[in-house]
């Protein structure tokens, strides 16, 4: 009787581990999910991107949940597969959930509104790039330094020294050919 005592117990705790583990991965499908929706918003929050951009937006959307609805089903059925005594390698459920964050992130990423958004960010960070151009620009100016302007002034003003002397070559070597004959 102690032998079936002891499997009943070991299987006990093995149900108990994979419900654990059940309740881990569901637990950080919901994190993943809440992050990404988070970072999709703060994507687009500044831009309020035209009705057809919105709709597509919320459609890939809609597609990355149901990728991640998929990999959350995948993952029960390996844990019940385990349960059931099938050997399931724990890198499965890794591999289940990249390829998941793969694709949510692909349905997101192909849509318009993202496109609109990342495209609002690069100008945003263009023009703060600029700005910060400026005020070193501004700062070396002060500092006595030569600004990139002035160098590039400098640079203007030889090119147009050396076409000179190069004229000024051509014509003392026209006056020397004529002395010459």
Known sequence: MSDAHEVQEEWSQMVEQMNDAVADSLEQ?????ATFVESWAEAVEDSVPE?????EGFQGYNRAYEVWMDAAEQMF???TDAAQGEEVDAAEYRDIWLQSANEAFKEVMSTGAFAAANGQLVERMMEMRREADDVSQETIAQLGFPTRDDVAEVGERLVELERRQHAVEQKLDRVLEHLEE
């Open 29 to 33: 499908n919901m994190k993943a999910q």
């Open 51 to 55: 009705e057809d951009a919105m709709a």
């Open 77 to 79: 059925e390996r844990t």
